[in-house]
C-alpha cells in the first residue's frame, strides 16, 4: 500500500548515476524508476529534502541542480526526462565533482544540513574511486552504494559508509524494489538524526524522538500537539530532560498532527522544534494470512497485523473437500501459531478470525498444502572443479519429484536459479568469486506444490592460496 509521508526531514540527497556505455537503455530506465520510488515518500523544498543527479560518463555532468525542483511533481518529471549520456565510466572523476557540488551555493546545497550520496552501479569503473570517496566521507557525506552488477565486495564496502552491511546493497536491476524500504529507512535515519520525528506510526499512536538538549539537572521538555485542523484542541505534556523520546496514543486515525518540542532550559536556549506528522488509516486485522514453513504434517499460520484493540484470535482448519473443521485459539499478544496433526499431500482452508475487544469480528482466509511423506532433499555435498566452479550434488527426494530446482545466491553477482529433470542429481555452479561465501539451495518440485528445500553455505577459497589445495567441504 501506499506509504505515510516522510516529513520534517533536512538534508541534500545527490543520486550518482552510471549513464556510461557500459549501462544498457533498460537498466538505466529501472534505475531512474527506483530513484522515484525512493523518493516518493519524502517532502520537498528548502526546508525539507533537496535532491540533485550527477552522471557519471567521460565527464561528469549535472543533470540539474538542488534548489531547482522542490515538489514531487516536479521532480519525478525531471527524473522522467533524464537522458543517458554514454560515454567513459569515470566514476572518480564524478566522486570529485560531486564533493564540489554538495557543498556549493550556485548548486543550491545548503550549509548545516546533512548530506547524503547514492551511488548506483553496474560495479564497473575506469579510474581508482578510493581517494575521492574517502575525502567525501571526511568532509561527512554518508554514502549509500547500490550495485546491480558484479562489483569488487571488497573495494565497495570499503567505499560505502560504516558498516557495510547498512549501506551497501548488491541486487539484480530487476530486483531493485526489494531494496527500497530498507535504503528509504537508512536515508530517514541520516537526515533525522538531529531533528524532532516520528517513528513507529500507527492509526493512533506514533513514538517522538529527539536529540538529548537537556539532562535531569538542566530543565524538562514541553510537549505540545494538537491536530492540524483544529489547534484549539492542544494537550500539553511534560518530560524530564533525561528523555529523548516519548509516545503519544489515543489519537484519531488518518489525522495530521503539529508537535511542538520546547526544551524548557535553566542554562541555555533552545529554539522550539516543530513538526507534523500524520497518522495511519484505521488498521483491521488480520488484512493477510501467510502460509510457511509447510511439511507432511504440519504448517505454520501467521497474520498482520497485529492490533492491541484484538483480545483473541481463533484458527479453523479443516480439509478439501470435506466438512470436518478444528478451532485453535490463540491469544491476542501472539499473531502466528503452528497447526499439526494433519495428512500428508492434502490441502486445507484455514481461516484466521480476529475477535475485537469491542464483539466485532473480522476473517480472512488461506489455502494450505501439506507436502508429500519423505519430499525433502538429503545429503547436498559440494566437489571442487577448479577456482570458480562448484559441483553441487544430493540425494533424490521420495514420491513422485517431476525435478529440482537449484538457487545459488551469490555474495557477489546474481543469483541463479537452475530447473534439471528428476533423473539428475547434480549440477555445475559457476561464477563464484574466490574468498565468497555462497548460499546453495535444491528444492524437489511435486505436482501440486514444492517440497522442503535444503540449503548450505559453501565458501569459496581465495585466489591467494597456493594451487593444487582443495578446500574440503
Given at each position: 500500500g ?20 557500459s ?6 530506465s529501472?534505475v ?31 543533470e ?15 527524473i522522467r526526462?533524464t ?6 565510466t ?25 548530506k ?10 575506469t ?18 552504494i ?21 549501506h ?18 537508512g536515508?530517514?535515519?541520516?537526515i ?6 516520528a ?13 538529548q ?71 483491521i486485522?488480520p ?23 484484538v ?20 491469544d491476542g499478544r501472539?499473531n ?12 486445507y ?11 466485532k469480528?473480522?476473517?480472512l ?38 525435478g529440482?530446482?537449484?538457487r ?14 528428476p ?35 559453501v ?15
Amino acid at each position: 500500500g501506499p506509504q505515510p509521508p516522510i516529513s520534517n526531514t533536512e538534508g541534500d540527497l545527490l543520486f550518482l548515476l552510471d549513464s556510461s556505455a557500459s549501462v544498457s537503455h533498460y537498466e538505466f530506465s529501472r534505475v531512474k524508476e527506483f530513484m522515484w520510488d525512493l523518493l516518493q515518500p519524502f517532502t520537498f523544498g528548502p526546508k525539507d529534502v533537496q535532491t540533485s543527479i550527477i552522471h557519471i560518463s567521460t565527464m561528469p555532468t549535472m543533470e540539474f541542480p538542488f534548489d531547482q525542483y522542490l515538489s514531487g511533481g516536479t521532480l519525478r518529471q525531471a527524473i522522467r526526462d533524464t537522458q543517458q549520456l554514454m560515454g567513459d565510466t569515470n566514476t572518480g572523476r564524478a566522486l570529485s565533482f560531486a564533493k564540489e557540488k554538495l557543498f556549493s551555493g550556485e548548486a543550491g546545497a545548503r550549509p548545516d544540513v546533512p548530506k547524503v550520496l547514492v551511488w548506483v552501479t553496474d560495479g564497473f569503473s575506469t579510474d581508482d574511486i578510493s581517494e575521492p570517496m574517502q575525502l567525501l566521507k571526511d568532509m561527512g557525506v554518508t554514502v549509500f552504494i547500490v550495485s546491480t552488477g558484479r562489483g569488487n565486495y571488497l573495494e565497495l564496502s570499503a567505499a560505502a559508509s560504516q558498516p557495510p552491511e547498512k549501506h551497501l546493497h548488491f541486487v539484480d536491476v530487476d530486483d531493485l524494489p526489494i531494496i527500497t524500504k530498507e535504503l528509504q529507512d537508512g536515508i530517514r535515519d541520516v537526515i533525522q538524526a538531529n531533528r524532532l520525528h516520528a517513528v513507529d506510526i500507527t492509526s493512533s499512536s506514533f513514538r517522538l524522538m529527539w536529540p538529548q538538549l537537556l539532562s535531569q539537572e538542566t530543565g524538562y521538555y514541553t510537549l505540545e500537539y494538537a491536530p492540524t485542523d483544529d489547534l484549539a484542541r492542544k494537550r500539553t505534556k511534560q518530560v524530564s530532560g533525561a528523555h529523548t523520546s516519548l509516545v503519544l496514543s489515543n489519537l484519531a486515525p488518518e489525522t495530521t498532527y503539529e508537535v511542538a518540542l520546547i526544551p524548557e532550559s535553566n542554562i541555555h536556549y533552545f529554539p522550539p522544534q516543530i513538526t507534523r506528522v500524520t497518522t495511519l488509516a484505521e488498521e483491521i486485522s488480520p488484512a493477510q494470512v501467510l502460509i510457511s514453513e509447510s511439511g507432511p504434517r504440519s504448517f505454520h499460520v501467521s497474520w498482520a497485523p497485529m492490533l492491541d484493540s484484538v483480545m483473541g484470535y481463533q484458527v479453523l482448519y479443516g480439509p478439501l473437500p470435506g466438512n470436518s473443521v478444528k478451532v485453535l485459539e490463540v491469544d491476542g499478544r501472539h499473531n502466528s501459531t503452528v497447526v499439526e496433526n494433519l495428512a500428508p499431500n492434502t490441502t486445507y482452508l484455514v481461516t484466521v478470525t480476529a475477535i475485537y475487544r469491542s464483539g466485532k469480528e473480522k476473517s480472512l482466509s488461506a489455502k494450505a498444502c501439506t507436502l508429500e511423506e519423505g519430499s525433502k532433499v538429503r545429503h547436498l555435498r559440494f566437489e571442487d572443479m577448479g577456482p570458480t566452479t562448484l559441483r553441487a550434488s544430493w540425494d533424490s527426494a521420495d514420491g513422485d519429484v517431476l525435478g529440482y530446482r537449484v538457487r545459488c545466491r551469490r555474495q557477489t553477482g546474481p543469483s541463479s536459479v537452475l530447473s534439471v529433470s528428476p533423473q539428475v542429481h547434480s549440477v555445475l555452479l559457476t561464477n563464484l568469486a574466490s574468498g565468497t561465501t555462497n548460499k546453495v539451495c535444491v528444492t524437489p518440485v511435486y505436482k501440486d506444490q514444492p517440497g522442503q528445500r535444503l540449503c548450505r553455505m559453501v565458501h569459496m577459497q581465495p585466489a591467494t592460496e597456493a594451487q593444487g589445495y582443495r578446500h574440503r567441504q
